[in-house]
C-alpha cells in the first residue's frame, strides 16, 4: 500500500484499538519516555511551557495525536488539543482534519523567525506611543521635574548621557572639556555614531586642554572624519550636552567629574544655556583634524608683524624680561602687546596665548601656500 493511501487509512482508525496505531502510540511512548522534560526556553516569545513540550515532541514524532502524547507528557489530551491549538495560533503547528487529528510541526527555523518578525513589529508600534504618552504625562500637574539631581553613580549617569544620543533627531550640542568619567575615550559609543547615521547634527566646542590627554585627539579625528563639527574655545565655564534643545546634561562640579549630574528638561534654564552655546560658538574658532591626529585651527590670517615676532617666544616660555630684550622693546610695551594678543585669542593664561597664536599663524600659512 503506497504511503498516502496508507496515511490516509490509518487516520480513519481509532488510534485506541488499530494495531497499527497502538504500536505507533507504544514507540511515542517510549521515544518521549527516554527524554527529559524539556526546559521551556521559548518564552520569552509567549510559548507556554505545555506548548514547548508538545512542540518538541511533534519534532521527535512528527503526525503524533493528542491521545498519543498525553501520556508520555503527563496531562490529558485535551491539554494537549489546547496546546496544539495555541502552536497552531502561532505558526509552530498544523492539525490535520482527521477525526483524531495529527499534529505536525513547522520548521523551528521559520517558526521561530516568523514569529521574532511579529514581535518587533508589536515592539515598534509600542514604541510610537511613547511621545504620545510623554505629551499626557506632561500635561498632568505630576509630570516629570524640569531639574532633576542625577546620584553620583556611573551606572545612574551612564543612561541619561546615552539617551540623549539615542532619542536624538535634530541635534546635538555639546561642550567638551576636562575632567571626564561617562564620555572618555574606548568607552564605545554606539549610540552617538547611531545618532549619526540618522542625520543628527552634532556641534562640539572643545577646550583646549582635552587635545593635551592621552587618546583624545585620536577620538575628536574620528568624530571629525564622521561628520561632526569642531570648534576650540580657550576657556568655558563648565562642559554640557543638550539634546533637540529638550534635554541638557551637565555636572554640578566640574572638577568632580564623579559627582552628582544636573538633569534638565525644555525650560527656560535650558534654553538659556543654549543661546549660551550659540555666543560660545560665534566665539570658537574652526577645529580640523588630519589623518595622522594633527591639528589646526581656523583660517584666519597671520597676525600684524608686532604680534608675530611674540608668538614663538611665547610658546617657548621665555620671560617677559628677555622676550621684551629679543623684540629691542621695554617690558611695558612688551606687556601692552601680550594684552592685545591675549584680547584677540581670548586667551585666559601666557601658554594658551601662545599656543593658539602658533597654531593660527600654522593654519594661515597653510591657506596661503
Known sequence: MAAGTLRAHLATQNPLTHPTLARERTLITMDLSAEPKATPSLGMLGITALEEQVYRSLLRVPGSTPEMLAAPLGCTAAAIHGAALGLEAKGFA??????????????????????LLHRQKELQQSRLAIADLQREQMSTAEGNPVVEII??????????????????????????????????PNKGENSRAEARKRGVRYRNIVHPDTLALPGWPEILRQDYEAGEELRLLSDFPFKMIVADRELGLLPLKIEEPQGPMLL?????????????????WQKAVPLH????????????????????????????????????????????TFMRRIDALYQSLDARSRFQAGWLAALRTMDAAKTTG
Open 289 to 332: 583634524f588630519a589623518a595622522d591626529n594633527s591639528y589646526s585651527i581656523g583660517t584666519a590670517a597671520a597676525f600684524p608683524s608686532p604680534l608675530d615676532a611674540m608668538v614663538p617666544l611665547l610658546a617657548a616660555g621665555v620671560n617677559d624680561k628677555v622676550a621684551a630684550e629679543r623684540l629691542g622693546m621695554s617690558e611695558r
Open 94 to 115: 498544523t492539525i490535520g482534519p482527521e477525526q483524531q487529528p495529527r499534529l505536525f510541526p513547522s520548521p523551528p527555523d521559520i517558526a521561530i523567525e516568523s514569529l
Open 264 to 280: 534638565l528638561r525644555r525650560s527656560a534654564v535650558l534654553d538659556a544655556l543654549c543661546e549660551l552655546f550659540e555666543t560660545l
Open 151 to 184: 546620584d553620583a553613580d556611573p551606572a545612574a549617569q551612564a543612561q541619561p548621557y546615552a539617551q540623549s544620543h539615542s532619542r536624538a533627531v535634530s541635534e546635538v550640542l555639546c561642550l567638551i572639556r576636562p575632567p571626564f568619567l561617562v564620555s572618555a
